[in-house]
């Protein structure tokens, strides 16, 4: 078993994370995780925000000289916003009437999560709702990259669309990299210019834009996940994984949603032999069949909504007064769809490790080496 924990408060001192269950003896590449921090801060239509951090990842346990212990790896990454919110957020005592929020904004968790934990100003829900706790998610899941890449299973991906504006291009895994070179990720230019242009002019209107992102795996074996007990469902944890990230409201595998559309013939890949190994013809089913990887790479797609922080507001109540109002906005993100691409590879890692851990078992990365190669 391979878990990561988080915890942390988007104005707080730090975002915190642990992962339980790693080998011992991988190499940890601090250099990268850094390198997936700024990627994720990174792409066109960020707010102001992430003109104050400059995110990076200190290692406080379960390392020791760069290879892991097997010991519970903790990790931070640090808010420099925590400086201007220290009066308000200290734990040792804050000024909790100021930076109060009851504007509750359509979309984000302000709302239900403020009569679900009885309390009477947002701020103690939106804290941790917030997509900034996606940053020791990025942290976390690039170790799981660094366990996996021994494994030799990499991790790609790239934005599709933006809301609305779609990129129809069937792309080759390795092209895939090449996009983050690109300031909203995407791999055709003349899409991504109008998707760019849509951005300004979202903004210069106070609104916000979602889009589709897509996730590839390559080199995992077959016979990840299980047909037998449905919780293990290759498929299932996948889509939870990334189901669990901020914003997600959507996710395909493969051909996804168009199955529904076509007739059998169309969507199942039909089975060959090469060289004595069997291959498929297509990919429709996205490296997935029966909950299990079938040694075909795997594809999954994404939806994120708009962000919910519209600096033109949206028609809410206060929950101060009963009144109608217009929902808070200070600062937001127009789109963070790139963001949104790092995030998921980084739980699609994260998620992977775990299950390709829970097969293998291993205490140490010589014997999950040794035991991965076994496999057919
Ligand atoms: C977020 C609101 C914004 C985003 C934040 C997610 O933060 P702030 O309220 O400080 O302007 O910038 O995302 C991040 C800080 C980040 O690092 O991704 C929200 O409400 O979800």
Redesign the pocket.
């Known amino acids: 078993m391979i878990k990561l924990t988080t915890a942390g408060e ?2 707080g001192k730090a975002l915190v994370g642990i992962i339980e269950g790693l080998p011992s003896n991988l190499p940890v590449d601090i250099d990268e995780i850094n390198k997936y921090l700024a990627l ?2 990174s792409g066109y239509g ?5 003109k ?2 400059r ?1 990076r990842v200190e290692i406080l346990s379960g390392v020791r000289n760069k290879l892991t212990l097997a010991s519970p790896l903790a990790f931070c990454v640090v808010n420099n ?1 925590y400086a201007n919110w220290q009066p308000y957020m200290a734990p040792e005592g804050a000024d909790v009437s100021q930076k109060t929020l009851t504007r509750v904004r359509p979309g ?1 968790a302000d709302l239900s999560g403020m009569i679900k934990y009885d309390q009477t100003d947002a701020r103690n829900i ?1 804290e941790r ?4 706790e ?2 020791v998610r990025v942290a976390g899941g690039t170790v799981a990259r660094q366990y996996l890449r021994a494994l030799g299973v990499e991790v790609s991906g790239y934005v599709k669309s933006l809301c609305g504006v779609v990129d129809g291009g069937v792309y080759a895994f390795e092209q895939l990299e090449s996009a983050k070179e690109q300031p909203l990720f995407m791999l055709d230019d003349k899409v991504q210019n109008k998707a760019m242009e849509l951005i300004d002019k979202l903004k210069a209107e106070g609104d916000t834009a979602g889009g589709v992102v897509e996730i590839r795996v390559k080199g995992l074996k077959s016979g990840f996940g299980s047909c037998m007990t449905y919780a293990q469902k290759l498929d299932a944890i996948l889509c939870g994984a990334v189901m669990s990230v ?1 914003a997600i409201k959507g996710v395909e595998i493969g051909m996804g949603f168009a199955v529904a559309d076509n007739a059998g013939s169309k969507v199942h890949d039909e089975i060959l032999i090469k060289d004595g190994k069997y291959t498929r013809a297509t990919n429709n089913a996205g490296g997935i069949e029966g909950g299990m990887s079938n040694g075909e790479e795997i594809v999954l797609r994404a939806a994120m909504k708009p ?3 519209l600096m033109k507001g949206l028609k809410t109540v206060d929950t101060a007064t009963g009144e109608a109002a217009i929902a808070a906005s ?4 127009v789109a ?1 769809i790139c ?1 949104c691409e790092i995030i998921l590879e980084s739980v699609v890692c994260t998620a992977l490790a775990d299950v390709v851990s829970n097969r293998l078992g291993g205490d140490n990365l010589k014997e999950v080496k040794e035991r991965y190669a076994l496999l057919p």
């Open positions: 988007s104005h994720r801060q960020r707010g102001g925000r992430q104050i951090e995110d916003d984000h939106l709702a917030s997509a900034r996606t940053a901020q962000i919910p922080t200070e600062r937001s993100d963070a963001a």
